[in-house]
């Protein structure tokens, strides 16, 4: 089983960035997707999310609006496109898969991801 972010980079207020997350080793169009965040010194936090077959969503108060969660199962892969990016969106994103959440709506409980990727590093400066 293997998760790998990646996407990220440095960017300043206002910019974008768009995250991937690449699966292999389950099968991803039965798993939900999240992604997670965590800043420097602060607990990780959830971000966004989205079940497996029929795509709901969920968002953070904190990105709504602004970050776009996605997935393309014929390419076992989900993206989180994120625009007007601020500073407090540093930190370093995870992906993270679970079982759960097919047909309702996701949560970004960590609990409840059994599968997680190594992160990548997000930095927007002012």
């Known amino acids: 089983v293997q998760l790998q972010a990646s996407g990220g980079g440095s960017v300043q207020t206002g910019g974008s960035l768009r995250l991937s997350c690449a699966a292999s080793g389950f099968p991803f169009e039965d798993y939900a997707i999240g992604w997670f965040r965590q800043a420097p010194g602060k607990e990780r936090e959830g971000v966004s999310c989205i079940s497996s077959r029929f795509g709901n969503t969920y968002y953070a108060d904190s990105v709504k609006g602004r970050f776009t969660i996605s997935r393309d199962n014929a390419k076992n892969t989900a993206y989180l496109q994120m625009d007007s990016l601020k500073p407090e969106d540093t930190a370093v994103y995870y992906c993270?898969?679970?079982?759960?959440?097919?047909?309702?709506?996701?949560?970004?409980?960590?609990?409840?991801?059994?599968?997680w990727g190594r992160g990548t590093q997000v930095t927007v400066s002012s």
């Open positions: 993270a898969a679970t079982p759960l959440y097919r047909s309702g709506g996701c949560f970004v409980d960590e609990r409840k991801y059994d599968y």
